[in-house]
């Protein structure tokens, strides 16, 4: 049983570094829904990747110092401190890829990067987020956007906030007015209004000009 004990520990610290990767990542993202096996599938494959990168680093690291020798054992007996300087090393690139990986895969996916590329190159149609209040907000263009709710009311204003998902929507307009059924506008008084998910959104429209 201890063995069994060690062994999970050392496993757990074996993927630290696809673990940093994905909260990384994340950071950058609207948060969603995963399951525990696409969550430690996710980690693997982060960490398999990061072992790679810092591994293919640390050789071209000691190719540039003076390549291989070509007599073994190489760098030396276990515990001299060209093993030490060269464990160092890659711990360091582990730490830097781990870094990395999880600040570009978290740019690509927060930007839809990947799924822009398939869908130029006609592989797909579907764009890689979860809801499509995610997708509107993120790539449709408009200064202004106009709030049209259940009971007929407009609300005008520039989105400064909104909600992750369109389940559960609510905005942030600031420099708000209310719009009238001829067409005049009252301005809010204040930075702007919460549309909170009570007040029932029926449609945005989302208008082009002005300015925030």
């Known amino acids: 049983m201890p063995d069994a004990n060690l062994d999970s520990v050392w496993l757990i610290v074996a993927l ?3 673990f940093f990767s994905v909260c990384v990542r994340d950071f950058f993202l609207p948060p969603r829904r995963v399951d525990a096996f696409g969550r430690v599938f996710e980690v693997v494959a982060f960490a398999l990747a990061n072992y790679v990168l810092a591994g293919t680093g640390l050789v071209l690291l000691v ?3 003076g390549g291989f020798r070509p007599v073994l054992p190489w760098p030396g007996p276990l515990m001299s401190p060209t093993w030490g300087l060269t464990a160092a090393m890659f711990l360091y690139l582990l730490g830097s890829t781990a870094f990395m990986l999880g600040l570009v895969s978290g740019w690509v996916c927060g930007t839809d ?7 130029w190159l ?6 890689g987020r979860d809801d ?4 509107v907000f993120a790539d449709v263009s408009g200064a202004w956007h106009l709030v049209h709710f259940a009971d007929g ?8 906030y909104f909600s992750d998902t369109g389940e559960r929507p609510s905005i942030y307009l600031a420099r ?13 008084v204040g930075d702007g209004v919460l549309v909170a998910e ?8 989302f208008i082009s000009g002005g300015g925030s």
């Open 16 to 18: 630290l570094p696809g």
């Open 63 to 65: 190719w540039a110092r």
């Open 113 to 119: 990067l990947h799924y822009r590329a398939a869908r």
């Open 122 to 127: 006609r592989l797909t149609a579907r764009t």
């Open 132 to 135: 499509v209040w995610q997708d």
């Open 153 to 160: 009311r407009r609300l005008l204003g520039i989105a400064r």
């Open 176 to 188: 708000a007015a209310w719009v009238g059924e001829d067409g005049g506008v009252v301005p809010v």
């Open 198 to 205: 009570a007040a029932r959104i029926q449609c945005i429209e």
